[in-house]
């Protein structure tokens, strides 16, 4: 949860069906390198708190203008 007071431990939403860690991103605006950059910070984060749990993991970005 995001008042924990480690953030949201990388993980806006878990499924344990299939094991997967949802990790969402809604910017006004991103650049490709930003977006790449945080995308290897939440899964390698998420790999960190979530590995015994975590078989899939998945990052949508909710950006509505797309990349320059």
């Known amino acids: ?3 924990d007071p480690k953030g949201d ?16 991103d809604a910017p006004d605006a991103m ?3 930003q977006l790449l950059t945080k995308i290897d910070e ?6 960190a ?8 993991w998945a990052q949508p970005s ?4 797309g990349l320059p």
């Open 49 to 56: 708190y979530w590995a015994s749990r975590m078989r899939r």
């Open 31 to 33: 650049k490709l390198d």
């Open 62 to 65: 909710g950006e509505k203008r």
């Open 42 to 47: 939440d899964f390698h984060g998420a790999v």
């Open 9 to 24: 431990l990388k993980c806006d939403g878990y499924r344990g069906s299939d094991g997967t860690v949802f990790q969402s």
């Open 1 to 3: 949860m995001p008042s």
